[in-house]
């Protein structure tokens, strides 16, 4: 299987703040790397897919970059509703993983 | 408007069973692989199971002769029958679309809460 691991599992920001989450394969998956945010109590929602790409009605703050086994997830300027848990996954091959998760929270 | 809409959680008994069904609207259903994905409470997200346009299931070790995925196109419904249950399957459940092969899973549902105590 293929291992995906974010880092941080945290962090603490303020309205503004540029904000940088990586995640790292296992193995290459090229660019089969898709990240989605999760707010408490809803499902997740897609923001980036293919590594790069932005979901439609996702904001252009939001941009992701890397292929092979280092991708990262940028939020170029914190807004109050961005504060959430955010995650990658894998496309590349069953079984689909997906990263333990990000906690942006409120500095 | 594209929407899942999951049904069928509850509690069941550890070694029990529960259907879970999944109700999609706004899209050709039929068109689409689609997916269950779980969270436990406070955890993470886990892939459960997968079936393609053409019937072919996937499951991971974890659930792997215990849970069946299955659909019926022409109730545009996802079903997942979940036997043998234990602790460790309690989570909310999420039907999910696969945007198309090796792409994103760019739909969710609300999620339904399977719990499994006695």
């Known amino acids: 299987d293929i291992q995906m691991t974010q880092s941080p599992s945290s962090l603490s920001a303020s309205v503004g703040d540029r904000v940088t989450i990586t995640c790292r394969a296992s193995?290459?998956?090229?660019?089969?790397l898709n990240w989605y945010q999760q707010k408490p109590g809803k499902g997740p929602e897609l923001l980036i897919l293919a590594a790069s790409s932005l979901q439609s009605g996702v904001p252009s703050r939001f941009s992701g970059s890397g292929s092979g086994t280092d991708f990262t997830l940028t939020i170029s300027c914190l807004q109050p509703e961005d504060f959430a848990n955010y995650y990658c996954q894998q496309s590349y091959r069953s079984p689909w993983t997906f990263g333990q998760g990000t906690k942006v929270e409120i500095k | 408007e594209v929407q899942l809409v999951e049904s069928g959680g509850g509690l069941a008994q550890p070694g029990g069973s529960l259907r879970l069904s999944c109700a999609a609207s706004g899209f050709t259903f039929s068109s689409y692989a689609m997916h269950w994905v779980r969270q436990g409470t406070g955890k993470g997200l886990e892939w459960v199971s997968a079936i393609g346009t053409a019937g072919d299931t996937y499951y991971p070790g974890s659930v792997k002769g215990r849970f069946t995925i299955s659909r019926e196109n022409a109730k545009n419904s996802l079903y997942l029958q979940m036997n043998s249950l234990s602790a460790g399957d309690m989570a909310v459940y999420y039907c999910v679309r696969e945007r198309s092969s090796k792409d994103a899973f760019d739909i969710w549902g609300q999620g339904t809460m399977v719990t499994v105590s006695s």
């Open positions: 193995q290459s998956i090229s660019k089969y």
